[in-house]
T-cell receptor
């Protein structure tokens, strides 16, 4: 089944403790992206990647890192999480750029205390 | 940067009522337009999309949207809503060459049986 898989689905952590949210897609998509969803703000793009070893900042990249060593994986790294990063995170992918539409992962609800 | 406006933040309808959700975007060039739906606790799923051609687009579950270029609008419609349509709806825009996908802040729809 074609899908974008995120793990974990739920995560509670403490301020400053590094964490990684994984994202993997099995559709051979070139383009992958991370969003955070907050009430009243909709979805805001954190980082995106157009292909292996090619990443770029979205609208809200501060406090996040990403890497794209393989086509299928696009992990989101929070080196030192803070409470304002408590949010619902979605990974998404598409064949080329974002123009043709995304397939979304199921989301990761992160709480930083 | 582009922006996407969804003017209705929260809509409450009775079953069988007709639905129209507004979406306006700010970009003067060629755009690709999307509506996504997010059922409670789930990830975003594509309802319909417009790339070119007939400005009236039909999607899944009886939804349709009309692209009116002169008004920079892409409103979502459904003639008769059901309780199962209760969800959050997001309009999104990107350009043909764009690397970023711009979402509106979402409209929460509640359908009362």
């Amino acid at each position: 089944e074609a899908q974008v898989t995120q793990n974990p689905r739920y995560l509670i952590t403490v301020t400053g403790k590094k964490l990684t949210v994984t994202c993997s897609q099995n559709m051979n998509h070139e383009y992958m992206s991370w969003y955070r969803q907050d009430p009243g703000l909709g979805l805001r793009q954190i980082y995106y990647s157009m292909n292996v070893e090619v990443t770029d900042k979205g609208d809200v990249p501060e406090g996040y890192k990403v890497s794209r060593k393989e086509k299928r994986n696009f992990p989101l790294i929070l080196e030192s999480p803070s409470p304002n990063q408590t949010s619902l995170y979605f990974c998404a992918s598409s064949f080329t750029q974002a123009a043709r539409g995304y397939t979304f992962g199921s989301g990761t609800r992160l709480t930083v205390v | 940067a582009q922006s996407v406006s969804q003017h209705n933040h929260h809509v409450i309808l009775s079953e069988a009522a007709s639905l129209e959700l507004g979406c306006n975007y700010s970009y003067g060039g060629t755009v690709n337009l999307f509506w996504y739906v997010q059922y409670p606790g789930q990830h975003l799923q594509l309802l319909l999309k417009y790339f070119s051609g007939d400005p009236l687009v039909k999607g899944i579950k009886g939804f349709e949207a009309e692209f009116i270029k002169s008004k920079f609008s892409f409103n979502l419609r459904k003639p008769s809503v059901q309780w199962s349509d209760t969800a959050e709806y997001f309009c999104a825009v990107t350009t043909n060459t764009g690397n970023q996908f711009y979402f509106g802040t979402g409209t929460s729809l509640t359908v009362i049986p």
